[in-house]
């Protein structure tokens, strides 16, 4: 059975991740510092006959028992808040955490993935609007964000320099806002920041207007999408996402209803001056690659991130 190692393995992902990847029989080594994740999130996994745990900062060199099939570089904090409270260790994760995670795949003849992200495309314009892969960005490099921004778009460039120079086999996901159980609900999201406020019948804080867009996708459709783009023949980037765009006020608005909140909606000053505007992706290529869609609604996913998060918050 084929053997993977995933870093960043005890976050919101990579967690979830794990579980894909154990129910298809696999083995898996998660490696991860606590950095944003937590042990909670694996804590089901313990006794788990094929799964493994190493806590480590994957910046800094380390071995993995056995032979490697896949090694997946997730790794890396994810939320804007972070971006402002943990600036170099989101730089280390997308530089020397990426070589570490290249080395270790070369060392084992292993198929690298990368987590790459919407944000290399920046703040697009609306000629690029919905984002494709051959959009090159509009990016800030000294920003709050362009710790995050640049880091991941100098991981994208570290993969392709290791594909084209050691002919390593790598595969790069650029994945949009997704979200459901197991993010830390302190962790700053919208989706996470609106559904603690709203069942904590806390004002909702909207930033600035509320009419930037995002595209949110389901945790376990964009899980689906990785596996099949891991093992699938594109080298070249993928976008994961959904392309259903809704306003931040109207997310806003959607969980009110379904917590049946009396939360009032206030508006906030946004703390970051580089965020994009409007963000969609264009996943016809992984339509047509991957024969991937996603297929959980909006609400239906909403529903259950309110149920966990109830569950977290013990309300
Ligand atoms: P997360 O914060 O829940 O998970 C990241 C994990 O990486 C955490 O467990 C953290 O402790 C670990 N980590 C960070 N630095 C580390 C280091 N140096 N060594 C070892 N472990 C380290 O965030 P997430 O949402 O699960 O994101 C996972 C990946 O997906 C990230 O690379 C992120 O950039 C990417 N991504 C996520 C989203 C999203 O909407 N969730 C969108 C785009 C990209
Ligand atoms: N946002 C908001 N209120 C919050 C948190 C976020 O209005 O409490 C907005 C934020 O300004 C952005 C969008 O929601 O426009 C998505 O933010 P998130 O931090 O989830 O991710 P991003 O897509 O910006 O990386």
Known sequence: MPHVLVSGGAGFLGSNLCDRLLEEGWEVTAADNLLTGRLKNIEHLRDHERFRFIEHDVTQPFEVNGSLDYVMHLASPASPPDFTTLPLETLRAGSYGTHCMLEMARAHGARFFLASTSEIYGDPPPEHH?????????????????????????????????????????????????????????????VTNFICQALRGEPLTLYGDGSQTRSFCYVSDLIEGFVRLLLSNETEPVNLGTDEE??????????????????????????????????????????????????????????????????????
Request: charged share 30%; with cysteine.
């Open 246 to 315: 809704f306003s931040v006020r109207h997310v806003a608005e959607r969980i009110i209803a379904l917590t049946g909140s009396s939360s009032e909606i206030v508006t906030a000053p946004n703390p970051f001056d580089d965020e994009p505007r409007q963000r969609k992706p264009d996943i016809s290529k992984a339509k047509r690659v991957l024969g991937w869609e996603p297929h959980i609604e909006f609400e239906d996913g909403l529903r259950r991130t309110i149920a966990y998060l109830k569950n977290e918050l013990e309300l």
């Open 130 to 190: 919905p984002q494709s892969e051959g959009y090159r960005g509009h990016v800030s490099c000294t920003g709050v964000r362009s710790v995050y921004d640049e880091a991941k778009r100098y991981a994208e460039a570290a993969t392709m320099a290791c594909h084209r120079t050691w002919g390593l086999d790598t595969r790069i996901v650029r994945i949009f806002n997704t979200y459901g159980p197991r993010m830390r609900p302190d962790d700053g999201r919208v």
